[in-house]
């Protein structure tokens, strides 16, 4: 309790990624059309799931955490039918 009332102060920490994931697409992007021409694009249907396989390689734990990404688990590829 405190001098003001009846109630408590809570502070919040909000805590970030360390890495900027639309800054790392961005690169991604340019480095595809570098490698394999300018036909290359990630599709904006594809970025969350590039999102997802970042935050994996990069194992950032706050990101694969929003995901429910265990790091600690490898990844099953299965190809579209």
């Not at 909000?14 to 697409?25: D, F, K, M, R």
């Amino acid at each position: 309790m405190t001098e003001q009332g009846d109630y408590t102060q809570t502070q919040i920490k909000t805590i970030q990624s360390l890495y900027n994931y639309p800054e790392i697409l961005l690169w991604l992007q340019k480095k595809g059309k570098q490698t394999f021409g300018e036909h290359f694009k990630i599709f904006e249907e594809d970025k969350p799931l590039v999102h997802k396989l970042l935050s994996y390689f990069l194992r950032d734990e706050l990101e694969a955490q929003k995901w429910h990404i265990d790091l600690e688990k490898g990844i099953f590829y299965s190809p579209a039918q």
